[in-house]
């Protein structure tokens, strides 16, 4: 989902990078009213986890591999406003280091990955709250589906903007983006429901601080 640099063209560039700063600066201001003194040595924990899991492959199909975005889990455990400043700092250090995404495409994949995929995945695990809510099994249910929506709808923002660019027709782009993802999201949603469940068992007030802090 990592976009690399020649697919975009010059406007939806100019675009996502305007929509990744507003983001990640309404972001920035939010989060700096919401973490306390408990919350914010966990950013820099998460950070490396989510930036080590992201490291990892695993098979897909038709020779595809996927990784942990995380976006969902770093909502979770830390709020919405820190967990889109985490996910870009993950996705800044990649594309610098290990050149996994373009720089000129970074805007679009912080806007992806950091700003849409995680608040939609958020906003999937506050609104299940009250059907399924926090218990043994309601929470990790959330956390399972939150996860997998974030996954599909930033690949599928993905495949807007590379149709926008003109790289690829929107029906190629939608039907190759989503299916694959649709199946990565699966991987995703059980990690972020195995983690989340083991949160809750070991150290359920990380996840009542996030719930506190949307």
Known sequence: ?????????????????????????????????????R??????????FIFAAQML????????????????????????????????AVLLVQALV??????????????????????VGYAVYAALRWPLGSGKVGLPVRAFLAAWVSVVTAALLTAVELALSGAFSLGVALAAMGSVHALIGV??????ALVVGFLRATRPDLVRSAEAAA
């Open 39 to 48: 919350e914010v040595p966990l950013l820099p924990v998460m950070g490396a």
């Open 98 to 119: 290990f050149q996994d995404g373009g720089l000129l495409a970074l805007g679009a994949n912080v806007l992806n990955m950091a700003v849409v995929g995680v608040l």
């Open 57 to 88: 492959n695993f098979r897909v199909t038709g020779g595809t591999s996927g990784h942990l975005l995380g976006g969902a889990l770093a909502a979770i455990v830390l709020g919405p406003w820190p967990a889109t400043l985490v996910l870009s």
């Open 187 to 192: 991987g995703e949603g059980i990690i972020t």
């Open 1 to 37: 989902m990592h976009i690399p640099d020649g697919f975009l063209s010059a406007g939806v560039i100019a675009g996502c990078w305007a929509a990744s700063v507003a983001g990640v600066g309404y972001a920035a201001r939010r989060a700096s009213g919401s973490l306390g003194e």
